[in-house]
Structure formats: structure tokens, C-alpha cells
């Protein structure tokens, strides 16, 4: 036998008052050792050092001196572990156990060694925080499983196997909360755990039970072995109160319970604390049919703004209670703990995770790093929020390996500063206190400025400290102010009418939608009213501006998560003002779509609308946060990218940000961005169903493909505010063998027809979120009557034998806009054929001319005082007529007329080919974008395309001289 002498234990970094007691450890060790019949070649390097530094490790290795031999010979002091080796030595440790006293001392013995060995290696410098929460977390979860394993067998050789009604095996899931959840366990945490089974039924044995009965016993028997202390200490303190009820309620509960207590009980704290919930033992696999169902309660589909307001309050009732138990030097629960950063991610999760997944982490590290690639923090907080939490979370850890208590309060004694301080690599108490304070201070601050509420006025002292013009609006809003005092409030907000504006606020606060708010709604819509009526202050259009804005609320009401959105953002509130007072639409519109709200958080997104390659990585990050196949999901997803997508082009024009052509550009390559992707989805769900569509053409084997083409508004990339998509679908399959390649194979005519169909219904079916696009396809050869899709030959001899002329004249605003680039191609070269086509000038002029004096008399306006800006004469309808007759007319002496489908670009091409002066076709152009500029102005203002027929009585009167010249 062979040990090393007590006085070759080196003491050098133990402070003097401590070495006398760690000798005497040494002493007692060295003892045990020669008791035992133990060898040690020499003492392991740091073991004084990391005696004085934590007394549970000393004791243990005094009370099981094997325990230490073991750790050194076996070499796991100096290694990390390696996947699964964890697993093995809980494995190996229990497989002897042969009853349930001989299960809890192995439980507690390889517990024991292990945490030794985990302390070591951290207070060593050996690992790193990383390790030491990944081997924490990795060591409970396996010695539950193991345990539950062990009861679960020995319970069901008395009662048989717990089975479903269909006699499918049922096994207990064990849910673990907090940070066992997270994988960020600390050195002697509780464990908080929810139990949880699949299905009702009941076992197979002879002495039955319910498997509600079955699994409720399992769950105590677990609790016991893991919690009762004994000789060998215990192995987790186990907290059940997260659980639905608490106390009070059921320790297990089915999957179908636990989903229906979420859905008709759940509290936010519950869903705060779901955040992390993980399977740690038990039966995984069904576990994640629990997440699933739960999913839903913890991340809402809109984004939750109240989530603040829920976590300030649970922070501020945190911070008084841990005032009153005196632990404001708690590093957990304290000002700028670990608590405060956990809430600044957790709070994020709760508002955005629901509609972005890549938010749903249980980490608390990951949901940091993932705010900042969103810039939804800056990196900078991020990075110091991070670097301060590990510092924490190394402190929490060093705290508690000192007795292997669960404690986060900083010592208050010297020897116990002076050992804290340096275990953490400082050289004295004061120099650690400094570092400590710097990360708290900075944590805080991060804290403070996610979760400040400038405008709340809830609390008594802060609705003392108000103005008294704010206490006379909240006054006013809950109806105590008396109605002159309300009504001298109103004229002072600028109100023109404010008899008429009390009454709209008075009808709201009676209204159905507010007195039927639950506590919390009408607590946060006591809060937003005062704050929307005192934003009304310096506007122009207040009267309208208040209508508008009431008549939001009454629609949003009921969703008060959109209350706190206003509530918390004074900048989104300042933003809906004014953007309801610019414009009726844009009022409407988040009125009718109120997940829009949003989108006022930042207004350099708001007023700056992504060009076409930015929508297309827009989509894409909006579709990639759903599965592509929950056709719900998706068409609502679309929908959403469009609403919104269209305010920030009504923002921007409104704001006079972009000119009339961006503005029309940047709508139609919103329809285009979202027709791309829905024939791709469109294609892809039937080419899983069908196959990819195939033929042979001269002789080869071809793929065919399909395309959408534009006309119109569409074609001539001027869409407006709410414009249909006229829209032509076309294939290119001809040949023999045309049919699809898969298991259940189609006649390519086929396959194409139910593409279009499909696209149809993916653009016009109404959802929670609207419509996408109101679609037009009578533009295709034979209107209604014809193929909904039709092969390109077949188009081409449709327009080059059958067409009409007004066919030839949308034929000149026609450009493929999704879709199969082959058939693109030849669609450009088809129409360039039958522009070319020679044609009688006279004739074609007389054919124009009939066609648009038809128009004339159905859709003009019959009032001579009014101006229809687009049908009536001398309006935008004369001037595109005017421009596809000199297209059909000469594109055949002229090519390069039909190179581009909008009118601007052929005025422009008019005038290079010298068949417009220069002068004449600039003011067609001028007068032209002056009066689509109007219509996108009087669609924003709610108002139509009519107009006081003086205010472009020039305008018209040229328009129509030009009518006269070229056209008669």
C-alpha cells in the first residue's frame, strides 16, 4: 500500500488561516485510505486548493476515500468525457441494485462521484462553464431515467404493463423545467419536473390498476429515490409545484389534460416556465406529441407584446420578494442576476417565437445569439449580456460547490468573500466585488431598457407624478371627467367636433367588444386610451385621425396583445397616427389586419419597401419558419408577406418616399415575388402526387414546363393599391407520350389544368388573412370558354388566326411573369411575330377606335362636372389606346416598339423612331404618371378614380386634341 505524507500536499495557493484545516483533511483522508487498504502514488495536482475551495468535495473524499482513487486511476479527473460515457457509469453503477435501498445508495454514490468529479475539473480550471452545465445536466437526466427504468419495472411486475384502449404500451414522460430543461443545470439545483402519460387505459396485470393510478405511483416511488436524504446524502431535491394546479393538483396527468388545463387555465408565468420544458427520461418519443400540443399555449401565433407586462410584473414581484428574505446580493434573483438575463431572451421568445421558430431554443445562450443575427438586439448587448452571464453562472456554481447547497447569495463573512474571490481567479474580495458589480450594473441596464415602460401609469405613485393633462385624457377615457371639462380637453387636442369625438370615445368604452375584456384586456386598454388620445396633439386631421383610430381599437380590442403592443412601443403609436391621419386605406387596412401593427416598430423598414431580390428573400425567410406542407399555414403565410409588403409601399408613398413609377414597380413585384412562389409550391405538391410531366418531341425526350403571363396593369408593371392580376397560363407539351412520370401518372393537359386550378385557388380563397389576388383569366384565347391552360402553339395560332384586335392591343402589354424560362423565351418571340404582323393602318385605326367609343358609352362618367381620371376621355384609357395602336400599327417597319410592355418605355421608343415628337410624347408621359400618381393618392385617401372635372381641364383637353389628330 502505497500514500503520499501529508506534508507533501501542496498548501502554496491556500490563504494561511485555511492550511491548518486542509492538513487536518489531508490527515483524515490519508487515514481512511490505510482503513480501506487504498493506494495513491501522490496527491493529485490542485487537491489543497480545491479542498479549501469546497468542502463537499474535501468531505467526500474524506468519507469515501475509493471515491477519489477511482477519479484518479480511472483518469476522469483529466479528461472530458466522451458521448455516452456518462450514461455508462450511471448504467454500470445501478445494474446490481437488486431492491430499492440498494437503488438509492447506488443513486447516491455514483451521484456523488460524479459531482466530485464535475467540481474538480471546474474549480481546477480543467473545463469550462460549457462542460461543467453540459455534464451537470447530462448526469440528472441519466440518473432519472435509470431510476424511473428501475421503478417502472419493478411496479409493473406487481401490476402488469400500463396499455392504451388499442393495448399500445404507455410509459411515464418526465418533463424537466428550468434550466435541467435548457441543459444549463447548475452545481446544486432543485429539479423541477412534470409528469405526464400518453393515453387512459389501464395495466395487464392480475392486480390492475388505471394507468392514471399506475403512473401516479411511479412518480412517488421516483420522487422518493431520487429526494429522501440518507446516509449517503440525497440525489436531487425534486420541486413538483410547476405542475397544472400546483399542490393541489394531480402529480400525473394525461397528454389530453395537461393540454385542456393549458388551454382553459394556463397563467403566463406557466408559459414562461414551458419555454424550457424538455423530455429527460421516460418515453421520449411521445413526448413530442406533448410538445406539439402544447406548443400552441407557449408561443402564440401573433406577436405577444403583453408578454412584457407579464414578465415586468413577475420581475417586480420577484425583486420585492427577494427584498423582504433580504437577498439583494442574490446573484440570481437580485438586481442585474441571472434572473434579468434570462427574462430579457425569454421575453423575446414569448412575443416572437410563435411566428418565428428559429426563437423556439430552451438555451438561454442560443435565444441570445439568434437576437442578434435578427437585430432584433445589438451585438454588443448581446455579447455583454453573455459574457456577464457566464461570469454569474460561474459565481452560482462556485457558491454552491462549497457545501453542495443550493444557495446565490454572496458570502457576508471574509474568509467566505476570500474564498469566493479566489476560486474565481481574483486576488482579493474587493477586486472580485468590482468585476461582479460591472456585470450587474450592465445586465441591468440591458434589463431596464427591454422592459422599461415610460408610459405606464398603473402604479399610484406614477399617476400621482403625471401631468395634469394626462390625468384629465385617462379622466376623460373612464368617463369621470364631466362632459365640459371633456369637451375643453378635446378642443385643446386640436378637435374641430369634439361633441362628436366624446361620443365615438364614450361609444367605444360602452361598447360590447370593451365591457366584455377580460381584467387584463381592459387594465391594458385603460392604459393605451389616454396615451392614443394625447398623440391626436399636432395633427392636422384630428377629427378623422380619432374616428379611425377608435374604430381600430374596437376592432383589436378583444386581442389585447395588440393593446401592449401599443402600450410598450410610444413609437408604433406615434407611427398608426400617422398613418391613419395621411390615409383612410392604410386606416383600413391594419384595421382589417391588425398582425400588420407590427411593422410600425421600425419605421426604417416601414418606409423602406425591399426591391424585388430583397421580397424574394423575404418570402423565403417568412415560409421557412412553417412546414411547406400545412397548406393553412402557408396560404396564410403568403398572405401575411403581402399585407405587409403592401403598407410599407402605402407608407413610403404616402410619405412621399417614392415616386409613382416605384410605387407601381415596387407592387407588381410583390405579385410577381408571390406568383413565383406559388406555382413552385403548386408544382411541387403535384409533382410528389403525379410525377414531373414528360413527352417526346422530334423524336426526344422533353420535360415540359409552365408558365404565367401578365397583361394589363400586370404586363405593364404598373399594378396599383388593390389592382387584379390579369393573368394567361400557358405549357409547352406537345408531342407524343405527354404524360407525368409518377406512380399515378396524368395526360400532361391534365397535370397543367389542375397547376392553374390550383394556383387559383391559392391566390383568391379567402383565409383569416384575406385574399391574396383577385384574379382575371378571361384575357386567354376564347375567354371563359376556352382551356383555363393552353399550349403555346396553340396560343400562337389562336393570336396569329383567331384574334381580335383589342387581343392584339392587351397583346401589347403582355410579359411572362413566373414561371418555366424556355417558355418565356418563346412566348417574347411569339409576340413579337404577331406585333410584326402586317396590318391595314386605316382599318386597325377604325377596329381601335370602335373599341374604345364602346367604352365610352358603358363605363364614363355621365356627369359633366366629374373627371373619371382612367375611362373618360382625354383620361388614361385614351392614352394607352393611343400608344397600342402605334405599336400594332408600325412594329412591324419598327421592331424595337414592342421590346417593352409599358407605356412610358414605348413613348420613349415613339419618340427615338420619330413617330411622336419629342414634345408631344413627353407630355403624354407627364400626363400619364400625373394621373396614375392621382389614383394611387385618391386609393389611399379611400376616394375613386372621379375627380372635379376643372382640375385637369388643360390635361384632358390636349389628351383628347391628340385623340382627334391621330385617331380620326
Known amino acids: 500500500m502505497t500514500l503520499p505524507a501529508p506534508e507533501d500536499l501542496p498548501l502554496d495557493a491556500v490563504p494561511k488561516a485555511a492550511r491548518a484545516s486542509v492538513s487536518h483533511l489531508a490527515d483524515d483522508f490519508l487515514k481512511a485510505c490505510e482503513r480501506e487498504g487504498l493506494s495513491l502514488d501522490a496527491w493529485p495536482a490542485f487537491t489543497g486548493t480545491i479542498w479549501y475551495y469546497s468542502d463537499f468535495v474535501a468531505r467526500a473524499c474524506v468519507r469515501r476515500p475509493a471515491l477519489l482513487v477511482d477519479l484518479v486511476t480511472s483518469g476522469d479527473l483529466e479528461r472530458v468525457y466522451e ?58 437526466e ?9 421503478q417502472h419495472r419493478e411496479l409493473a411486475r406487481r401490476h402488469g404493463e400500463p396499455r392504451d384502449a388499442q393495448g399500445h404500451a404507455q410509459r411515464l414522460v418526465v418533463l424537466g423545467m428550468g434550466k435541467l430543461g435548457g441543459r444549463e443545470l447548475n452545481f446544486s439545483s432543485d429539479i423541477d419536473l412534470i409528469f405526464a402519460y400518453p393515453q387512459p387505459g389501464q395495466t395487464d396485470g392480475e392486480r390492475c390498476l388505471e394507468n392514471q393510478q399506475f403512473f401516479i405511483r411511479l412518480g412517488q416511488r421516483l420522487i422518493k429515490v431520487l429526494n429522501e436524504k440518507t446516509a449517503d446524502g440525497f440525489v436531487f431535491r425534486v420541486d413538483m409545484r410547476l405542475r397544472p394546479f400546483g399542490d393541489a393538483g394531480p402529480l400525473v396527468m394525461s397528454f389530453d389534460a395537461l393540454e385542456d388545463y393549458y388551454e382553459s387555465h394556463g397563467r403566463e408565468w406557466e408559459r414562461y416556465a414551458l419555454i424550457k420544458a424538455r423530455a429527460v427520461a421516460g418515453d421520449r418519443e411521445s ?25 415586468r410584473d413577475m420581475k417586480a414581484m420577484i425583486n420585492r420578494e427577494a427584498a423582504r428574505k433580504g437577498k439583494e446580493r442574490d446573484v440570481k434573483l437580485g438586481e442585474g442576476g441571472i434572473r434579468e438575463v434570462e427574462f430579457v431572451g425569454q421575453a423575446f421568445q414569448l412575443i416572437r417565437a410563435g411566428r418565428d421558430p428559429s426563437l423556439q431554443l430552451r438555451g438561454i445562450r442560443p435565444v441570445l445569439d439568434q437576437l442578434a443575427r435578427q437585430e432584433v438586439m445589438p451585438e454588443y448587448a448581446v455579447e455583454q449580456l453573455k459574457e456577464a452571464y457566464a461570469f454569474l453562472r460561474r459565481t452560482e456554481n462556485r457558491l454552491q460547490m462549497v457545501a453542495d447547497q443550493q444557495t446565490h447569495c454572496l458570502p457576508s463573512d471574509s474568509a467566505g468573500q476570500l474564498r469566493l474571490a479566489l476560486s474565481m481567479g481574483f486576488s482579493d474580495w474587493e477586486e472580485f466585488e468590482a468585476a461582479l458589480g460591472r456585470h450587474m450594473r450592465r445586465i441591468h441596464g440591458h434589463f431596464e431598457q427591454v422592459f422599461a415602460a415610460p408610459q405606464r401609469a398603473d402604479e399610484e405613485e406614477e399617476a400621482a407624478a403625471q401631468p395634469e393633462a394626462q390625468r384629465d385624457l385617462a379622466a376623460l377615457w373612464a368617463g369621470s371627467l364631466g362632459q365640459e371639462r371633456s369637451l375643453s380637453v378635446l378642443v385643446g387636442l386640436g378637435l374641430k367636433d369634439p361633441e362628436a369625438a366624446l361620443n365615438a370615445v364614450e361609444q367605444l368604452r360602452e361598447s360590447s367588444a370593451c365591457r366584455s375584456l377580460t381584467s387584463t384586456g381592459r387594465e391594458r386598454l385603460d392604459r393605451l386610451m389616454p396615451l392614443m388620445l394625447s398623440v391626436l396633439n399636432g395633427l392636422e386631421e384630428v377629427d378623422a385621425t380619432l374616428i379611425r383610430l377608435v374604430r381600430l381599437v374596437q376592432t383589436i380590442a378583444r386581442r389585447s396583445v395588440y393593446l401592449s403592443l401599443l402600450v410598450e412601443n410610444p413609437l408604433a403609436l406615434s407611427q398608426l397616427a400617422r398613418l391613419c391621419e395621411a390615409s383612410p386605406w392604410i386606416a383600413d387596412h391594419l384595421t382589417r389586419y391588425p398582425l400588420l401593427l407590427d411593422e410600425l416598430l421600425d419605421p426604417r423598414s416601414l418606409y423602406a419597401p425591399p426591391d424585388r431580390q430583397g421580397l424574394r428573400q423575404a418570402l423565403e425567410d417568412e415560409l421557412v419558419q412553417v412546414p411547406l406542407d400545412d397548406l393553412e399555414q402557408v396560404m396564410d403565410r403568403l398572405r401575411m408577406f403581402k399585407q405587409v409588403q403592401v403598407l410599407k409601399v402605402a407608407a413610403a408613398d404616402i410619405m412621399d418616399v417614392l415616386p409613382v413609377m416605384k410605387v407601381s414597380d415596387h407592387l407588381t413585384w410583390i405579385a410577381e415575388v408571390v406568383l413565383e412562389k406559388v406555382l413552385a409550391l403548386v408544382l411541387e405538391q403535384l409533382i410528389a402526387k403525379h410525377g414531373r410531366p414528360r413527352c417526346i418531341m422530334d423524336g426526344e425526350p422533353y420535360e415540359p414546363g409552365f408558365a404565367v403571363v401578365g397583361y394589363g ?36 393537359s391534365e397535370f397543367f389544368a389542375r397547376v392553374g386550378q390550383r394556383i387559383l385557388h391559392f391566390l383568391g380563397v379567402f383565409t383569416g388573412a384575406g385574399r391574396l389576388y383577385e384574379v382575371d383569366t378571361r384575357l386567354r384565347p376564347s375567354g371563359a370558354a376556352g382551356l383555363l391552360v393552353i399550349g403555346l402553339e396553340a396560343f400562337e395560332d389562336y393570336q396569329m388566326n383567331s384574334a381580335w384586335t383589342w387581343e392584339h392591343q392587351a397583346l401589347v402589354r403582355a410579359r411572362p411573369v413566373a414561371g418555366d424560362a424556355r417558355i418565356a423565351e418563346a412566348f417574347q418571340a411569339m409576340r413579337q411575330r404577331v406585333m410584326e404582323r402586317e396590318r391595314d393602318p386605316e382599318e386597325l385605326k377604325r377596329q381601335v377606335r370602335e373599341m374604345r367609343e364602346k367604352m365610352w358609352k358603358e363605363h364614363a362618367s355621365r356627369d359633366p362636372a366629374r373627371f373619371d381620371l382612367k375611362r373618360d376621355p382625354g383620361g388614361i384609357a385614351d392614352i394607352e389606346f393611343m400608344v397600342q395602336y402605334l405599336v400594332l400599327a408600325h412594329a412591324r417597319k419598327y421592331p424595337e416598339l414592342s421590346t417593352y410592355p409599358d407605356n412610358i418605355r414605348i413613348l420613349e421608343s415613339l419618340i427615338e423612331t420619330d413617330l411622336m415628337s419629342r414634345d408631344d410624347a413627353v407630355f403624354l408621359m407627364d400626363t400619364y404618371r400625373a394621373f396614375r400618381d392621382r389614383i394611387h393618392e385618391l386609393t389611399l385617401q379611400d376616394q375613386t378614380t372621379r375627380v372635379d372635372a376643372t382640375q385637369w381641364s388643360r390635361e384632358r383637353d390636349q389628351v383628347r386634341a391628340y385623340w382627334q389628330q391621330l385617331m380620326t
Not at 441519466?142 to 428501475?150: M, N, S, V
Not at 406533448?290 to 401573433?302: A, D, E, K, N, S
Not at 404586363?715 to 407525368?740: K, P, W
Request: aromatic share 8%; charged share 30%; net charge negative.
Open 83 to 140: 458521448d455516452g460515457e456518462m450514461t455508462r457509469h450511471v448504467a454500470d453503477a445501478l445494474q446490481d441494485a437488486a431492491d430499492e435501498p440498494a437503488l438509492m445508495r447506488a443513486l447516491r454514490r455514483v451521484r456523488n462521484r460524479e459531482m466530485v468529479r464535475i467540481a474538480w475539473r471546474d474549480l481546477a480550471g480543467l473545463s469550462d462553464l460549457n462542460e461543467a452545465l453540459e455534464d451537470l445536466t447530462c448526469l440528472a
Open 287 to 311: 413526448a413530442e406529441q406533448l410538445h406539439t400540443l402544447l406548443r400552441p399555449f407557449v408561443y402564440r401565433r401573433y406577436l405577444d407584446y403583453g408578454a412584457f407586462a407579464s414578465l
Open 142 to 150: 441519466h440518473l432519472i431515467d435509470e431510476a424511473l427504468t428501475w
Open 713 to 748: 396593369k400586370m404586363g405593364g408593371l404598373e399594378l396599383g393599391y388593390g389592382s387584379d392580376l390579369d393573368i394567361v397560363f400557358l405549357h409547352d407539351s406537345r408531342g407524343e407520350q405527354a404524360m407525368t412520370d409518377g406512380d399515378r401518372p396524368l395526360d400532361n
